[in-house]
């Protein structure tokens, strides 16, 4: 979905977890016109696929200068929980 979108451009991190309360989500995005571009062009395709309201507020979001990004490798879980 992503790659045929061109949504994963500019997203460094994705890591979802689950919490008390569902899931939680945190991304990094190169820009803020990254995330904007995704919210605008990506994520309203993918809910709707999904079979999800399009018309749902945008997640919130918090905005931050990161110091570094460190990746040393690609990272894939199989856990299961």
Known sequence: MLAEEGG???L????AYPTDRGFDMTEVWDSKEHLDT?????FPKAMSRAGLPVDVPQ?????FTSAFVMTPHAF????VT
């Not at 460094?12 to 890591?15: A, I, R, S, Y």
């Not at 995704?38 to 990506?42: L, T």
């Not at 997640?59 to 905005?63: L, N, Q, V, W």
């Not at 894939?76 to 856990?79: I, R, T």
């Open 76 to 79: 894939n879980s199989d856990a």
């Open 59 to 63: 997640p919130a979001s918090d905005e």
């Open 12 to 15: 460094l991190l994705h890591v």
């Open 38 to 42: 995704f919210n605008r062009d990506v």
């Open 8 to 10: 994963g451009d500019g």
